[in-house]
């Protein structure tokens, strides 16, 4: 493997740690030749891959991948914030420098109907995705007619490296101190955010303010509150709903919960903010997608490793409704050789195999096979997972249509108003739901909008 | 030949050899033209072309539908675009000022000291040669509400902790000091050189003849340094008026539209959003926008040096 950031020290130590985890496989051998498929000899390829905190886990899976196979797989390490222009670029020329692309969910739509991805049955006919691995939203299946991802009558685009869920994290000892119990609806969450606050000192409730990552924030309490952006986007009613009077409760709550027991900055708080506050021991609970676990649960990085506690989102009136999920997707561009697309799909039929999955736990990733996530429930050190495994069932991607980056834009900014008490929680809504209706209407969906909420 | 044609001759061969040399120096220069026209004058073309268009892109494919109306009407809609203009403008006037003001007062201090000016202006200059991605990170930590030391320093002395980047009211502001502690130094240098070249003669003259410090610095310094100013001037604005990697870095146009930048909306639009069409007219109209500035600026210091002549 060839990792273009980076040093030559980092590459040393991950091929020893690549190493080791094909020694630590040999030892047990049925384990490690059960499910390995054999995917022969391939053309190098180069993938973009974000440096995401997951990254480590599927670097050293790589690795793995290499040393098992003697294929090679360059990676090409980019930051978040590149993602999205180096994958346009990729699949626009006339061929593409990578033959695997991540892409975000939230952008998987623009590629799909575009038309610049290979479905993975137009390589391999006989392909399927195991049935343990995980639905994550199902953003990696697309259905044309449609315009709609669902494996509903759609082809399959991707696989995905992870199943970016929330989850709500808390200080197990700041908890017990104060005799309280971890939340389990939205309302728990308020009182118990002030009471912890108010004994301990410390933030009561962190997640992500700033306009970029909010509408996201949200979406967990959007949903539990069973509204949504617009009313039937599957079946292609694209009336907006967003201001509804349940998407108003949920944001009203949203907004106390975050005011009263977050830090002042909190309109401008980054998802490294968020983990950094927890990390140096500065907040009792916070939510974060699980992505982050990897940080939180490192002594090096963290202090209090070992003292964390998870749960799954709020809930509302006793009814668990869908969990949102940001989940990224291994996909395969069109303007690439036939061999080339042979190469990227045989990396990916590895990666989804159990082994790869397991040395991917074990470096720090997230696995999206069920059996291998499953067994670690019980273990201390992956005490993240039952809340995982239960946002995960029946969790929902929010922004899977053509329109969601410009709708993102819109919602980010109207909720991060309401936050900073530029706009009350009515008015956002309504501003909202009106720029969103524009949206629809300008790419000739079938829209309109509830009737503006009453301040 | 005879006489009158040889005559001719004679005084025709310099006319030759002038229009053989203006021949030379045009050919010369044909590759540069080339090169100008096929860098700039194409993009900026091709760039007045997509303005007027909706662009998507289909299996690898661009698809252009030549429609202006419907992205003039996007930036007749667009009110985050006049935000974004008045932030632009605010953050170019508060900038620029303060990098002048304290420009023009490190190049005289400088100026006035007798030794080491290599290693004052050597020092001075650092903050220009720190990458902008180095310089967020730095002064996002600075900013930091629990972390950075400025909110340390100020619950050492009992204050309330500021949201140097979360409050409205504030944060453009924030931006601003980032911007003139990266960019003073630029002002100093351009000033420095304008302050070590002024004729010393003169200032002596006024001194002889009687002038103090701030008569001097008010009737003699300025007016002489006027055309280093003038430079310093123009390329700080120019550069003000595009700012996109602090605020990015540093804010993300956040709180709400408090540090909304044009480059930053442009960006949203182009990059983001994926709206190129409606992108390319943004850029077209902050070009317009640049240009109509420095045709103010012109017009302005023309005035102004009549008006003292």
Known sequence: ??????????????????????????????????????????VPITALINASPWFSGFEAAVALYEEQTGNVVELDVTPYSGMLEKARNAVRGAESTHQLLNIDGGWTVEFYEAGTLTPLNEIDPEFKLPQEVFACGETHWWNAAKRWRTPDGGALYGVPPNCNTHMQVYRTDIFEQAKLTPPVTVDDVAVSCKAVQAASGLYGYVTRGERGSIRFEWSPYLLAHGADIAADMENGDYTVTIN????????TKFLDILKGCGPDNVAALTQNDVIQLMAAGKAAEIQVVVAAMSSLTDPAKSVVAGKLGAVPNPIVDGRKLPSPIGNWSLAIPQNISKEQKEAALAFLKWFVSKPAQEAYVEAGGVPVRADVLEPLADQPDYFWVKAYLSNLDGAVSPFGYAEAAEVNEVLGLRLNQALIGELSPTAALNTAAAEIEAIFRKTGRKTGRLPDLAE | MSVSSAILDDAERPVRAFRRKQLFRRVA???????????TVVPMLNLFAMALAEISVSRGQTEWVFRPLANLSLLLDDTQFLTATLNTLLFTVLSVSVELVLGIGLALLAASVRRGKGWIRT??????????????????????????PLNQILE??????????????????????????????LVFLILFAGVEGLPREVIEAARIDGANRRQLLRHIVLPLLAPAIAVAFIFRSIAAFKVFDQIVLLTGGGPGTATEVLSLRLYKVFFEQNIMGYGALLSVVTIAMILAFLLTARFSLRWLEARNA
């Not at chain 1, 590459?11 to 047990?28: D, H, M």
């Not at chain 2, 050492?156 to 924030?174: D, H, P, Q, R």
């Open chain 1, 1 to 42: 493997m060839k990792t273009i950031p980076g040093s030559a020290r980092q590459r040393w130590r991950l091929k020893l740690g690549a190493a080791l985890l094909a020694v630590g496989f040999a030892a047990t051998p049925v384990l490690a030749q059960e499910d390995v498929p054999d995917v022969g000899e391939q």
């Open chain 1, 244 to 251: 509804s009077p349940q998407a108003l409760t949920a944001l």
């Open chain 2, 29 to 39: 220069l044909l590759p540069a033209v080339i090169m100008l026209v096929l860098l």
């Open chain 2, 123 to 148: 020092v001075t200059i650092l903050p220009i040669l720190v990458s902008p991605v180095a310089i967020g990170a730095m002064w996002r930590l600075i900013y930091s509400y629990d972390f950075g």
């Open chain 2, 156 to 185: 050492a002395f009992g204050l309330a902790k500021v949201g140097w980047l979360s409050e409205t009211s504030i944060a453009l502001l924030s931006v601003v000091v980032v911007d003139v502690w990266h960019w003073t130094p």
